[in-house]
């Protein structure tokens, strides 16, 4: 065993002991803990903020993208609104305890099913520094240890954010190691964490498809695969051309850098002509370039021919594969070939083809008649999320704190025998 191996075992071990004593808490040490957690962000604002500034320096001198600095630069106006959603995290229901289902059985047993916490959570992901605090928060209110291993690009932003928080949780009843940063920068720290199986419970990777992949194909811990998101739109014979207007470019544009974010339009073959020229007027005023089949061109010229890879990729930019099909049914053979089961949406007036479209399309989430932006746990109503799961276990769909829990059944007996 390697050091770096022996060292995220190490954590992992305290994680598991700390899950232990979380697991029994009641909410309002979990909640006291959480406002601990927010103050304490705000009170050391000015060193989380030069530790951010030295990440910020490498990634510019690194070459790094204006929006990729941007996603990992923290402003004290960024500390104070991380510390607002840990407290909205504290304000949100527990559900640890719930009573999913129950009842007094024939021979007299009492029967509970109740929701009970996952564990220890390991959390792979990317970039933004403000993940570090929103996953550290959402597992402990779930009652979950955190195991949290951010990029190297993060890394002193995250190394002070987690003694932050630690140094908080100090002065409460939740004990230091539910949240802990896997020590290590390298590829080899991560690997150990997705190979503690028996120590971490479930492995949650956050960021591109690449890091989703690599996590799911290497990890011996299970895994919730959350994010990627090739989502589409069709726009059906019996839509609203206004209203697909409207649903597509928002979709598109509202923030393209989002797993939620639509990257192809299927168009049915009967609205093509009407439709096509009005979405390019849309889209060349806003910047967007759409990658067309040899139908869409001929009503667009100016789109670029689309390739295979234009259906299979999470654009993430402002980029719009479009394709023309004969029918609902040609649209949902193609969703069903491309899609990364995240979010899909259809525009029609016609409840039939909207019955059909649901019921054929198997995706976390299918929108009729709105926009693929809504897919996510503030806009469901869930408060704040630890990521959208693309997968059928478990967890599908926004992962709210009901999703970072399992189950578990008491059995109330008086002496019963068998």
């Not at 232990?20 to 959480?34: E, I, N, S, Y």
């Not at 927010?38 to 030295?54: K, P, Q, Y």
């Not at 941007?70 to 229901?93: E, F, H, S, W």
Request: charged share 25%; hydrophobic share 45%.
């Amino acid at each position: 065993m390697s050091d770096i191996e022996r060292e995220v075992r190490a954590v992992a071990e305290r994680a598991k002991d700390a899950a232990a004593d979380l697991a029994p808490l009641t909410r309002a040490a979990k909640d006291d803990a959480l406002l601990a957690m927010a103050d304490a962000l705000v009170r050391e604002t000015e060193a989380i903020v030069a530790a951010n500034a030295e990440d910020v320096a490498r990634a510019r001198e690194g070459g790094e993208s204006a929006a990729m600095i941007d996603r990992l630069t923290l402003t004290p106006d960024r500390v104070a609104a991380i510390a607002d959603a840990v407290r909205a995290i504290a304000d949100l229901p527990d559900p640890v305890g719930e009573v999913l289902r129950g009842g007094v059985l024939p021979n007299g047993l009492e029967l509970r099913q109740i929701r009970v916490p996952l564990g220890v959570i390991g959390i792979i992901y990317e970039g933004r520094p403000n993940v570090t605090v929103d996953a550290a928060a959402l597992c402990l209110k779930s009652g979950n240890a955190a195991l949290l291993r951010g990029s190297s690009s993060a890394y002193s932003s995250n190394t002070r954010i987690v003694e932050v928080l630690r140094a908080a949780l100090g002065k409460t009843e939740v004990p230091a190691d539910a949240v802990q940063l896997v020590p290590g920068t390298t590829r080899a720290s991560a690997q150990a964490l997705m190979r503690a199986r028996g120590l971490v419970d479930v492995l949650i990777p956050r960021g591109g498809a690449s890091l989703i992949q690599a996590v799911v194909r290497d990890s011996t811990v299970p895994v919730i695969e959350t994010g990627e998101g090739n989502c589409h739109v069709y726009v059906d014979a019996a839509a609203d051309l206004d209203k697909a207007l409207a649903i597509t470019v928002n979709s598109k544009t509202h923030r393209c850098s989002t797993c939620n974010t639509a990257e192809t339009l299927l168009v049915h073959e009967a609205v093509a002509d009407a439709f096509l020229p009005r979405l390019a007027a849309s889209c060349a005023e806003l910047g967007v370039t759409l990658h067309g089949d040899d139908r869409v061109r001929a009503a667009v010229p100016a789109a670029v021919p689309a390739t295979e890879a234009d259906w299979t990729d999470e654009y993430l930019s402002l980029d719009l594969a479009v394709k023309v099909v004969a029918s609902l049914d040609e649209a949902v053979a193609h969703i069903r070939a491309y899609s990364t089961s995240h979010t899909e949406a259809i525009v029609t007036d016609s409840q039939s083809a909207a019955r059909r479209f649901v019921a054929r399309v198997d995706s976390a989430a299918v929108m009729v008649n709105a926009s693929t932006r809504f897919t996510d746990g503030g806009e469901f109503g869930f408060g704040a999320e630890i990521g959208i799961s693309t997968q059928k276990l478990h967890a599908r769909g926004p992962m709210g704190l009901p999703e970072m829990t399992s189950t578990k059944y008491v059995v109330t007996g008086d002496g019963h025998i068998r």
